[in-house]
C-alpha cells in the first residue's frame, strides 16, 4: 500500500471520527468545523510528506489503530492516535498496545494582517464570507503532530497512610507550599462553620415559630 493511500485512507478515517463526535455535541456553537480542522493536516501531509514517513510506515506495519478525540481548553481539540497488533490463537484474541502513540493537536495561527475593509467590487469578494480573503485579519487552522512514547507507567506502592508520609515531607520542606495548604485549610474550615452556624440558627428560628 503507498503513503499516499495510506494519508488518505487516515484522513477519512479522522473525518468519520470527528463527525461521529459531532454527533455527540448537543450545541452547533460546539460542533467541529471539520473541514478548518482537517485542511492544515492535509496540507502539511502533502507540502511536507517526508516528516511523515515514520507515521505512514507505522500505521501500514502494525495491524490496526484506533482514534479518539479530546476537547481542549486552550486549543480546539487534540487527537490521540493508537497503534496496536492483534493477537490470536484457538481459544482467545487481545489488542497488544505500542509503547508510543500520535498526538495531532488542532488549534488557530492568529494573523493579524490587517481589519477587513473588503468591498463587493473586489477581487476574489464572496458575498458569503463578507470578504475577498486576501492580506485581512483571521485565524488560520494550525496543527501539531507529535510521537509519544511511554516511558513508565506505575501507581503509589503502599497504602494510604504511606502517602500520608510522603505529603507530610513535602509540606514540611516547602514552606510556600506548606503556607498555602494552611490557609486553604483555615477557609475551608471557617466556611464550614459558618454553614453549620447558619444552618444551627435557621433550624432554631423554625423550632421557635412552632
Known sequence: MSDNTIVQKFIEQLVDALKYKNECKESYDEKFNIPFLVSALWQDLMNNCECYNEFCSDLKDYDNHYIIIEDDNYLICKVNVFLYN???NDDW???EELNFLYEIVFG???RHWGYCKCSPRDKDYRKDKHCCG??????APWIMVRKSFLISE????GDEHDYWDFE???YANDNEENEKKLLTEREYK?????ETIENAQRELKE???L
Open 86 to 88: 492483534e493477537i490470536e
Open 93 to 95: 484474541k487481545c489488542e
Open 108 to 110: 488557530y495561527d492568529e
Open 134 to 139: 486576501h492580506g485581512c485579519d483571521w485565524d
Open 154 to 157: 506505575h501507581s503509589w506502592s
Open 168 to 170: 507530610d515531607k513535602f
Open 190 to 194: 471557617i466556611k464550614s462553620l459558618k
Open 207 to 209: 423550632l421557635e415559630n
